[in-house]
Protein backbone atom coordinates (compact mmCIF):
# COMPACT_ATOMS: atom_id res chain seq x y z
CA UNK A 1 0.00 0.00 0.00
CA UNK A 2 1.27 3.47 -0.98
CA UNK A 3 1.65 6.29 1.34
CA UNK A 4 -1.61 8.14 1.64
CA UNK A 5 0.28 11.36 1.44
CA UNK A 6 1.78 10.75 -1.44
CA UNK A 7 -1.47 8.68 -3.09
CA UNK A 8 -3.63 12.37 -2.16
CA UNK A 9 -0.59 14.57 -3.47
CA UNK A 10 -0.13 16.67 -0.01
CA UNK A 11 2.73 17.20 2.62
CA UNK A 12 3.01 15.44 6.23
CA UNK A 13 2.04 19.22 7.30
CA UNK A 14 -1.07 19.59 4.75
CA UNK A 15 -3.56 20.94 6.74
CA UNK A 16 -7.54 19.20 6.76
CA UNK A 17 -8.91 21.78 4.43
CA UNK A 18 -5.83 21.19 2.02
CA UNK A 19 -6.20 17.04 2.56
CA UNK A 20 -10.22 17.25 1.95
CA UNK A 21 -9.65 19.22 -1.31
CA UNK A 22 -6.99 16.98 -2.49
CA UNK A 23 -9.35 13.94 -2.05
CA UNK A 24 -12.35 15.58 -3.64
CA UNK A 25 -9.78 16.88 -7.11
CA UNK A 26 -8.77 13.22 -6.75
CA UNK A 27 -12.15 11.44 -6.41
CA UNK A 28 -14.17 13.36 -9.11
CA UNK A 29 -11.26 12.82 -11.84
CA UNK A 30 -10.89 9.20 -11.27
CA UNK A 31 -14.70 8.35 -10.55
CA UNK A 32 -15.64 4.70 -12.28
CA UNK A 33 -18.71 6.43 -13.42
CA UNK A 34 -16.56 8.92 -15.24
CA UNK A 35 -13.44 6.01 -16.78
CA UNK A 36 -16.10 2.97 -17.29
CA UNK A 37 -13.59 1.44 -19.43
CA UNK A 38 -10.32 2.62 -17.23
CA UNK A 39 -9.08 -0.35 -14.56
CA UNK A 40 -6.55 2.19 -13.54
CA UNK A 41 -8.91 4.73 -12.86
CA UNK A 42 -10.54 2.61 -10.50
CA UNK A 43 -7.44 1.57 -8.86
CA UNK A 44 -6.65 5.03 -7.83
CA UNK A 45 -9.97 5.53 -7.07
CA UNK A 46 -10.19 2.92 -4.25
CA UNK A 47 -6.45 4.26 -3.41
CA UNK A 48 -7.89 7.61 -2.94
CA UNK A 49 -11.08 6.76 -0.56
CA UNK A 50 -7.92 4.09 1.40
CA UNK A 51 -5.87 7.59 1.69
CA UNK A 52 -9.01 9.84 2.85
CA UNK A 53 -9.98 7.01 5.36
CA UNK A 54 -6.57 7.55 7.21
CA UNK A 55 -6.04 11.06 6.21
CA UNK A 56 -9.55 12.83 6.33
CA UNK A 57 -10.25 11.44 10.08
CA UNK A 58 -8.14 13.25 13.02
CA UNK A 59 -7.84 9.99 15.14
CA UNK A 60 -6.49 7.80 12.29
CA UNK A 61 -4.24 10.75 10.90
CA UNK A 62 -2.37 10.82 14.43
CA UNK A 63 -2.15 7.22 14.41
CA UNK A 64 -0.83 6.77 11.14
CA UNK A 65 1.86 9.45 11.82
CA UNK A 66 2.69 7.41 15.21
CA UNK A 67 3.09 4.58 13.46
CA UNK A 68 0.80 2.55 14.97
CA UNK A 69 -0.87 1.76 11.70
CA UNK A 70 -0.05 1.00 8.19
CA UNK A 71 -1.38 3.11 5.18
CA UNK A 72 -3.70 -0.05 4.99
CA UNK A 73 -5.36 1.77 8.57
CA UNK A 74 -4.27 -1.63 9.95
CA UNK A 75 -2.40 -2.01 13.23
CA UNK A 76 1.22 -2.72 12.81
CA UNK A 77 2.50 -5.69 15.35
CA UNK A 78 5.35 -3.56 16.92
CA UNK A 79 7.46 -6.62 18.31
CA UNK A 80 9.09 -7.29 22.01
CA UNK A 81 9.81 -4.17 23.64
CA UNK A 82 13.70 -3.79 24.94
CA UNK A 83 14.63 -6.24 22.24
CA UNK A 84 18.49 -5.99 21.71
CA UNK A 85 19.03 -5.16 17.52
CA UNK A 86 15.69 -5.27 17.10
CA UNK A 87 15.40 -9.42 17.62
CA UNK A 88 12.70 -10.60 19.42
CA UNK A 89 14.65 -13.55 20.90
CA UNK A 90 17.43 -11.67 21.76
CA UNK A 91 15.74 -12.15 25.48
CA UNK A 92 16.11 -15.45 25.27
CA UNK A 93 19.35 -17.48 26.94
CA UNK A 94 21.11 -20.30 25.22
CA UNK A 95 22.06 -23.01 27.27
CA UNK A 96 25.09 -26.03 26.67
CA UNK A 97 23.71 -29.51 27.11
CA UNK A 98 21.08 -31.73 26.37
CA UNK A 99 22.70 -32.66 23.26
CA UNK A 100 19.06 -31.15 21.26
CA UNK A 101 20.51 -28.59 18.92
CA UNK A 102 23.50 -28.39 16.71
CA UNK A 103 26.92 -29.49 19.06
CA UNK A 104 25.45 -31.07 21.47
CA UNK A 105 23.51 -27.60 22.68
CA UNK A 106 19.69 -27.23 23.80
CA UNK A 107 17.92 -24.51 24.10
CA UNK A 108 15.56 -23.29 26.75
CA UNK A 109 13.22 -20.27 26.06
CA UNK A 110 13.61 -17.81 29.15
CA UNK A 111 13.02 -14.25 30.02
CA UNK A 112 14.06 -12.07 33.05
CA UNK A 113 15.73 -15.79 34.36
CA UNK A 114 12.40 -17.19 34.67
CA UNK A 115 11.52 -20.08 32.23
CA UNK A 116 8.23 -19.94 30.80
CA UNK A 117 6.30 -22.18 28.18
CA UNK A 118 6.59 -21.16 24.64
CA UNK A 119 3.37 -22.25 23.44
CA UNK A 120 2.80 -18.44 25.58
CA UNK A 121 4.84 -16.73 23.07
CA UNK A 122 2.90 -17.92 19.83
CA UNK A 123 -0.15 -17.64 21.51
CA UNK A 124 1.12 -13.67 21.94
CA UNK A 125 2.42 -13.50 19.00
CA UNK A 126 -0.22 -15.27 16.47
CA UNK A 127 -3.37 -14.46 19.08
CA UNK A 128 -3.85 -18.18 20.14
CA UNK A 129 -7.38 -19.37 18.77
CA UNK A 130 -8.33 -15.65 18.15
CA UNK A 131 -5.99 -15.25 15.30
CA UNK A 132 -2.98 -12.35 15.07
CA UNK A 133 -3.72 -8.81 16.05
CA UNK A 134 -6.65 -9.66 18.50
CA UNK A 135 -6.46 -8.94 22.37
CA UNK A 136 -3.47 -7.41 23.74
CA UNK A 137 -0.34 -8.82 25.59
CA UNK A 138 3.31 -8.68 26.89
CA UNK A 139 4.24 -7.44 23.21
CA UNK A 140 2.11 -4.33 23.25
CA UNK A 141 -1.79 -3.63 22.42
CA UNK A 142 -3.15 -5.25 19.40
CA UNK A 143 -6.46 -4.02 18.04
CA UNK A 144 -9.44 -6.09 17.32
CA UNK A 145 -9.63 -7.09 13.61
CA UNK A 146 -12.08 -5.79 11.61
CA UNK A 147 -13.88 -6.24 8.80
CA UNK A 148 -13.11 -4.58 5.50
CA UNK A 149 -14.75 -1.48 4.33
CA UNK A 150 -17.20 -0.93 2.01
CA UNK A 151 -17.69 1.51 -1.04
CA UNK A 152 -20.36 2.58 -3.17
CA UNK A 153 -20.82 5.78 -5.60
CA UNK A 154 -24.55 7.46 -5.64
CA UNK A 155 -25.95 10.52 -6.98
CA UNK A 156 -28.47 12.61 -5.33
CA UNK A 157 -31.13 15.08 -6.63
CA UNK A 158 -30.91 18.60 -5.63
CA UNK A 159 -34.36 18.01 -3.66
CA UNK A 160 -32.91 15.36 -1.28
CA UNK A 161 -29.86 17.69 -0.49
CA UNK A 162 -32.25 20.65 0.18
CA UNK A 163 -34.57 18.71 2.37
CA UNK A 164 -32.06 16.30 3.94
CA UNK A 165 -33.60 13.31 2.62
CA UNK A 166 -33.47 9.75 2.56
CA UNK A 167 -31.74 7.72 -0.07
CA UNK A 168 -30.56 4.11 -0.90
CA UNK A 169 -27.30 3.12 -1.67
CA UNK A 170 -26.73 0.36 -3.60
CA UNK A 171 -23.11 -1.38 -2.65
CA UNK A 172 -21.09 -4.24 -5.16
CA UNK A 173 -22.52 -7.18 -3.30
CA UNK A 174 -26.13 -6.16 -4.00
CA UNK A 175 -27.05 -5.18 -0.55
CA UNK A 176 -28.98 -1.62 -0.25
CA UNK A 177 -28.49 0.57 2.75
CA UNK A 178 -31.38 3.72 3.50
CA UNK A 179 -29.10 6.82 4.39
CA UNK A 180 -30.62 10.07 5.53
CA UNK A 181 -28.70 12.48 4.56
CA UNK A 182 -26.83 15.30 6.59
CA UNK A 183 -27.92 19.11 6.65
CA UNK A 184 -24.81 19.77 4.64
CA UNK A 185 -23.67 17.98 1.36
CA UNK A 186 -20.99 18.68 -0.41
CA UNK A 187 -20.28 17.18 -4.18
CA UNK A 188 -18.02 14.67 -3.90
CA UNK A 189 -18.52 14.55 -0.19
CA UNK A 190 -17.72 10.90 1.12
CA UNK A 191 -19.87 9.69 4.41
CA UNK A 192 -19.01 7.12 6.96
CA UNK A 193 -21.61 4.54 8.61
CA UNK A 194 -20.01 2.57 11.11
CA UNK A 195 -20.67 -1.25 11.17
CA UNK A 196 -22.31 -1.37 8.03
CA UNK A 197 -19.22 -2.95 6.19
CA UNK A 198 -18.07 -6.55 5.76
CA UNK A 199 -18.14 -9.18 8.71
CA UNK A 200 -15.01 -9.78 10.78
CA UNK A 201 -13.60 -12.12 13.43
CA UNK A 202 -14.27 -8.88 16.12
CA UNK A 203 -16.33 -6.36 14.18
CA UNK A 204 -17.64 -5.53 11.34
CA UNK A 205 -15.90 -2.87 9.11
CA UNK A 206 -17.57 0.62 7.41
CA UNK A 207 -19.84 1.46 4.64
CA UNK A 208 -18.15 4.24 2.68
CA UNK A 209 -20.73 6.27 0.54
CA UNK A 210 -19.30 9.00 -1.81
CA UNK A 211 -22.23 11.04 -3.03
CA UNK A 212 -22.23 13.58 -6.31
CA UNK A 213 -25.12 15.91 -7.06
CA UNK A 214 -26.79 15.22 -10.05
CA UNK A 215 -27.26 16.92 -12.85
CA UNK A 216 -30.95 19.02 -12.35
CA UNK A 217 -32.80 19.62 -16.00
CA UNK A 218 -34.14 23.33 -14.23
CA UNK A 219 -32.09 24.74 -10.76
CA UNK A 220 -28.23 25.41 -11.81
CA UNK A 221 -25.96 25.02 -8.96
CA UNK A 222 -23.34 28.23 -8.47
CA UNK A 223 -22.10 27.48 -4.93
CA UNK A 224 -24.56 27.27 -2.87
CA UNK A 225 -27.05 29.40 -4.55
CA UNK A 226 -29.84 27.71 -7.32
CA UNK A 227 -30.47 29.18 -10.44
CA UNK A 228 -33.49 29.10 -12.53
CA UNK A 229 -35.56 29.97 -15.82
CA UNK A 230 -38.74 31.11 -15.35
CA UNK A 231 -40.92 31.43 -17.78
CA UNK A 232 -43.42 34.85 -17.57
CA UNK A 233 -46.29 35.45 -20.18
CA UNK A 234 -45.73 38.99 -21.97
CA UNK A 235 -48.74 40.00 -20.28
CA UNK A 236 -47.67 39.71 -16.93
CA UNK A 237 -44.06 40.78 -17.70
CA UNK A 238 -45.79 44.28 -18.87
CA UNK A 239 -48.34 44.73 -16.22
CA UNK A 240 -46.77 42.80 -13.15
CA UNK A 241 -48.35 39.92 -11.72
CA UNK A 242 -47.55 36.67 -9.73
CA UNK A 243 -46.18 33.87 -10.94
CA UNK A 244 -45.37 30.06 -9.56
CA UNK A 245 -42.16 28.89 -9.04
CA UNK A 246 -39.96 25.81 -8.94
CA UNK A 247 -38.06 25.53 -5.64
CA UNK A 248 -36.26 22.48 -4.30
CA UNK A 249 -38.80 22.57 -1.27
CA UNK A 250 -41.94 23.32 -3.20
CA UNK A 251 -43.49 25.95 -5.21
CA UNK A 252 -43.98 29.40 -4.14
CA UNK A 253 -45.91 32.48 -5.62
CA UNK A 254 -43.23 35.44 -6.13
CA UNK A 255 -44.42 38.81 -7.67
CA UNK A 256 -42.89 39.63 -10.69
CA UNK A 257 -42.76 43.79 -11.19
CA UNK A 258 -44.17 45.56 -13.86
CA UNK A 259 -42.35 46.14 -17.03
CA UNK A 260 -39.89 43.29 -16.15
CA UNK A 261 -37.87 42.30 -19.05
CA UNK A 262 -36.13 39.22 -20.02
CA UNK A 263 -32.79 38.32 -17.98
CA UNK A 264 -34.01 40.47 -15.05
CA UNK A 265 -33.29 38.69 -11.83
CA UNK A 266 -35.73 38.31 -8.80
CA UNK A 267 -34.09 36.60 -5.47
CA UNK A 268 -36.19 34.05 -3.40
CA UNK A 269 -34.39 34.38 -0.19
CA UNK A 270 -33.45 31.21 1.68
CA UNK A 271 -35.14 28.57 -1.10
CA UNK A 272 -31.35 27.30 -2.40
CA UNK A 273 -29.01 24.56 -0.74
CA UNK A 274 -28.11 24.24 2.82
CA UNK A 275 -25.27 26.22 4.25
CA UNK A 276 -22.71 24.45 7.05
CA UNK A 277 -23.52 27.39 9.41
CA UNK A 278 -27.38 26.56 9.13
CA UNK A 279 -30.28 27.78 7.12
CA UNK A 280 -30.04 27.61 3.21
CA UNK A 281 -28.55 29.78 0.33
CA UNK A 282 -30.88 31.51 -2.11
CA UNK A 283 -32.29 30.74 -5.31
CA UNK A 284 -32.02 33.02 -8.28
CA UNK A 285 -35.12 33.19 -10.51
CA UNK A 286 -34.30 34.68 -14.73
CA UNK A 287 -37.17 36.30 -16.13
CA UNK A 288 -37.93 34.71 -19.64
CA UNK A 289 -39.99 36.93 -21.40
CA UNK A 290 -42.86 34.51 -23.85
CA UNK A 291 -44.92 35.67 -26.49
CA UNK A 292 -48.33 34.21 -26.77
CA UNK A 293 -48.41 31.04 -28.37
CA UNK A 294 -49.97 31.22 -31.99
CA UNK A 295 -49.93 35.01 -31.75
CA UNK A 296 -52.27 37.60 -31.09
CA UNK A 297 -53.71 39.56 -33.46
CA UNK A 298 -54.74 42.47 -31.38
CA UNK A 299 -50.50 42.96 -29.91
CA UNK A 300 -49.95 42.67 -33.74
CA UNK A 301 -52.11 45.25 -34.87
CA UNK A 302 -50.70 47.43 -32.03
CA UNK A 303 -47.55 46.73 -32.71
CA UNK A 304 -47.90 48.01 -36.18
CA UNK A 305 -49.54 51.01 -35.49
CA UNK A 306 -46.59 51.69 -33.48
CA UNK A 307 -44.64 51.12 -35.92
CA UNK A 308 -46.02 53.33 -38.35
Do not use: C
Not at 219 to 248: C, M, N, S, Y
Request: proline share 7%; aromatic share 6%.
Amino acid sequence: MRDPYEVLGVPRNASAKDIKAAYRKMAKKYHPDQNPNDPKAKDMFAAANQANEILGDEAQRAAYDRGEIGPDGKQRFQGFEGAAGGDPFAGFRRQSGGGQGPGGSRFEFRGDGEGFDPSDLFSELFGGAGGFGQGSGAGGPRGPRRGQDLSATMEVDIEDIANAGKVTAVFPDGRKISVKLPHYVEDGQTIRLKGQGAAGPSEPGDALITLNIRKHPRFRVEGRDLHIDQPVPLRDAVLGAKVTVETPTGKVAMSVPAWSSSDKVLRLKGRGLPVKTGGHADLYVHVRVMLPEGGDPELEALMRKRAA
